[in-house]
């Protein structure tokens, strides 16, 4: 049994035809089974579908209403170090595939040190650490040193890095390691196998069950999603939901983290045509809270300042601050290229700041390990 059966058991499903065809009738009935906190597959894609832009405001106070529920007025906060941007893949749609020539670095572990005891400078006790998916760069004795050292200064160390084995996600955990993100790009298999043109992320079945291994070795928190954009937006958000739902039923000890990334920049060899609107975005995110009132829902510093302040009362429990996306970006006088665009440049002090006058509570610390 893996998520694989769900991907397997909708291929072929004609999302398309079946969104144009969920009435005003059928969505509010799934806008009552969310109320009363019992949502099935079928009430997810009904959000999805035009119904719920037609009622996006109402499924906008339904997503506070259940965030406040099981989250309160709380926000975590985390921040991202990348070690490195070496990769060994080949996909068409991001700047930094193998065969690109940019500016690429990997932190040696002095370096290491430095920029964690920069980042700790801010109360923020929750770091990401990310590395590219270059296993002959920085393999596995690297990654374990590296979460050694950051678990000097911060209390939960999740790892964003290429796909691991389950011995090895068990290993980590023993270091101290607590989290594990790894998105999924698109569930659609076919568009996946288009876009993935070499390398070990060609591998959409191992990649698929990456998730799963990381709750297996026993995780605590697994942050999944798309990047959103690559495929149908709608059906990737339906896969994301799902895949989420999977991961919390198999492991109810797990926390599972919702992440919405879009794509918005591509070489030019890949342009984007349909850049996924503000509103489907919201529409993406409120469907995900009212399928699944406990998820954990993450925005990153992708999305600029202005949109993540108005949507971060929507249903957001989790959000960077303060981050830098090249490589020595935080200490070093030489970093690397970005491994995105930064649009929300503000700091950690700033954007606390921003969730207290909303009458949030910003969270610097949720966690930490008893010994
Ligand atoms: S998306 Fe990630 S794995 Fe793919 S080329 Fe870019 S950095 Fe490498």
Redesign the pocket.
Known sequence: MSFYSVIEKYRGFRFQDYFENVTEEMFLRSLRHAEEERCSEIDLLNFLSPQGDRHLEEMAVLSQKLTRRYFGRTVSLYRPIYLA?Y?????V??????LNRIKRRQLTFEEIEEEAAEIAKSQVRHILMLT??APGKSDFTYLKTAAKILKKYFDSVSIEV?PLSLEQYSELKEIGVDGLTVYQ?TYDEAIYDKL?LY?P?KDYRFRLDTPERGAKAGLRVIGIGA?FGLGDPMSDGFFSGMHAAYLLHHYPDTEVALSIPRIKKAPETFPITDIVSDSDFVKLLVSFRLFLPRVALNVSTRESADFRDRIVELGITKMSGGSKTDVGGYSGDDPSDE?FEISDERSVEEVAAMLKTKGLTPVYKDWWQLV
């Open positions: 941007n990769c060994s893949n080949g996909c749609y991001c700047g930094f595939s193998s590219g998916e290429y790009e993935h390398g992320k990047l491994q």
